[in-house]
């Protein structure tokens, strides 16, 4: 191991440190933390539980990450945080343990940016290229797919879940569903049209571009039910990412933000 490890760092034994790991003054590394290959945890930060994480992640000073659920339901049971590669978790963020109730794990997929103050609560589940804004706060259970952008004092209600290249718009409170693509605001949110910017930056083809827009107008904009919609859109031929919107629409337990 060739990182540099401050003197007054704490790391207890049974910790498994990788190689080219840097760890600031002051951090505190428990016993059941791995950490991957050339990732830097800042000063006064602190890593507990069984939480994993892979390579080239950067922990700023003083976040908080692994530690128990705030869950009154946690009775000590042995759930994980893991999280994947080349994530930035900013100051003063927490990020918590899984719990029984919720698969026993809390997932962090790669190249998130989570920054200051941003909470990711027991059982959710990220996965790539997403960013939490200064202060936002995911309930227990919520599902964030990729390219997701939350912003800034954002509230994510328990078990709700933000599709693919989803934007959610600064301090809105979201309390159901947001389907893949689209941009919503307020509180509660509601729908304000597609995430085009989003989509543009990602790379979407135009053609892609023309069916999602035909599928946000049949599923929200018309007199249809949703299931008629989803019926309609199927027959007219559906891309993979219209494919990939429906697919989240039928799978909706909590209901869908309109």
């Not at 790391?11 to 990788?18: D, K, L, R, T, V």
């Not at 029984?100 to 997932?107: D, S």
């Not at 083809?205 to 049949?218: F, L, P």
């Given at each position: 191991?060739?990182?540099?490890?401050?003197?007054?760092?704490?790391?207890?034994?049974?910790?498994?440190?990788?190689?080219?790991?840097?760890?600031?003054?002051y951090a505190?590394?428990?016993?059941?933390?791995?950490?991957?290959?050339?990732?830097?945890?800042?000063?006064?930060?602190?890593?507990g539980?069984?939480?994993?994480l892979?390579d080239?992640?950067?922990v700023?000073?003083?976040?908080?990450?692994?530690?128990?659920?705030?869950?009154?339901?946690?009775?000590g049971?042995p759930?994980?945080?893991?999280?994947?590669?080349?994530?930035?978790?900013?100051?003063?963020a927490t990020?918590h343990?899984?719990t029984?109730?919720?698969?026993?794990?809390?997932?962090i997929?790669?190249?998130?940016?989570?920054?200051n103050?941003?909470h990711?609560?027991?059982?959710?589940?990220?996965g790539?290229?997403?960013?939490?804004?200064?202060?936002?706060?995911?309930?227990g259970?919520?599902?964030?797919?990729?390219?997701?952008?939350v912003g800034?004092?954002?509230?994510?209600?328990?078990?709700?879940?933000?599709?693919?290249?989803?934007?959610?718009?600064?301090?809105?409170?979201?309390?159901?569903?947001?389907?893949?693509?689209?941009?919503?605001?307020?509180d509660?949110?509601?729908?304000?049209?597609?995430?085009?910017?989003?989509l543009?930056?990602?790379?979407i083809?135009?053609?892609?571009?023309?069916?999602?827009?035909?599928?946000?107008?049949?599923l929200?904009?018309s007199?249809?039910?949703?299931?008629?919609a989803?019926?309609?859109i199927?027959?007219?031929?559906a891309?993979?990412e219209?494919?990939?919107?429906?697919?989240?629409?039928?799978?909706?337990e909590?209901?869908?933000?309109?």
């Open positions: 191991m060739s990182g540099r490890i401050h003197p007054s760092a704490i790391i207890e034994q049974g910790a498994e440190i990788g190689p080219d790991v840097d760890i600031g003054p505190v590394i428990g016993a059941q933390v791995r950490i991957g290959a050339r990732t830097v945890i800042g000063a006064h930060a602190v890593l539980g069984r939480t994993t892979g080239d992640n950067v700023f000073h003083h976040a908080s990450v692994g530690a128990v659920p705030q869950d009154l339901k946690f009775k049971e759930s994980t945080l893991e999280i994947g590669h080349r994530n930035q978790i900013r100051e003063f990020l343990l899984g029984e109730n919720g698969g026993m794990v809390t997932r997929g790669n190249d998130n940016l989570l920054m103050y941003s990711v609560a027991h059982d959710c589940i990220l790539d290229r997403n960013v939490l804004a200064n202060g936002v706060q995911l309930g259970h919520v599902t964030i797919q990729d390219y997701v952008v800034a004092l954002s509230g994510i209600h328990q078990f709700v879940r933000l599709g693919e290249s989803v934007m959610i718009g600064g301090g809105s409170m979201v309390s159901l569903d947001v389907v893949p693509f689209c941009n919503a605001t307020g509660r949110a509601t729908l304000h049209g597609l995430n085009s910017t989003g543009k930056r990602r790379g083809s135009a053609d892609a571009m023309t069916a999602i827009k035909h599928a946000y107008r049949a929200f904009q007199k249809l039910k949703v299931a008629d989803v019926t309609e199927r027959a007219a031929g891309c993979p219209v494919e990939r919107m429906l697919a989240f629409v039928e799978s909706s909590r209901g869908l933000c309109r």
